[in-house]
């Protein structure tokens, strides 16, 4: 089945930098594309980051040129830096791939203080 875990979450000044990973199984992983998500307390899950299969990306308008998402497909690891981190990054940080249906990791929390 399916199985996509995230981790690299953590606490984190304002300013500084932190690297998501999610590795995934259960699919045939070079063949998807790959996404970040994040949800804010009190607030809807949004899309942060995608990636094709063939490399492609696109962002929130939120974290254009401080986040890179990219992929490993040897290791069916997909990866979200994060530089420059602001307070109002603050969230659970999800991992999703589309197979037919979402599938979404168990998150991984971050925190960012001023």
């Known amino acids: 089945q399916v199985q996509l875990v995230e981790s690299g979450g953590g606490l984190v000044q304002s300013g500084g930098s932190l690297r998501l990973s999610c590795t995934a199984s259960g699919f045939t992983f070079n063949m998807y594309a790959m996404s970040w998500y994040r949800q804010a307390p009190g607030r809807e899950r949004e899309l942060v980051a995608k990636?094709?299969?063939?490399?492609?990306?696109n962002y929130a308008d939120s974290v254009k040129g401080r986040f890179t998402i990219s992929r490993d497909n040897g290791q069916k690891t997909v990866y979200l830096q994060m530089n420059s981190l602001k307070p109002e990054d603050t969230a659970v940080y999800y991992c999703?791939?589309?197979?037919?249906?979402?599938?979404w990791g168990q998150g991984t929390q971050v925190t960012v203080s001023s």
């Open positions: 990636i094709t299969n063939t490399g492609g990306t």
């Open positions: 999703n791939v589309w197979n037919f249906r979402n599938y």
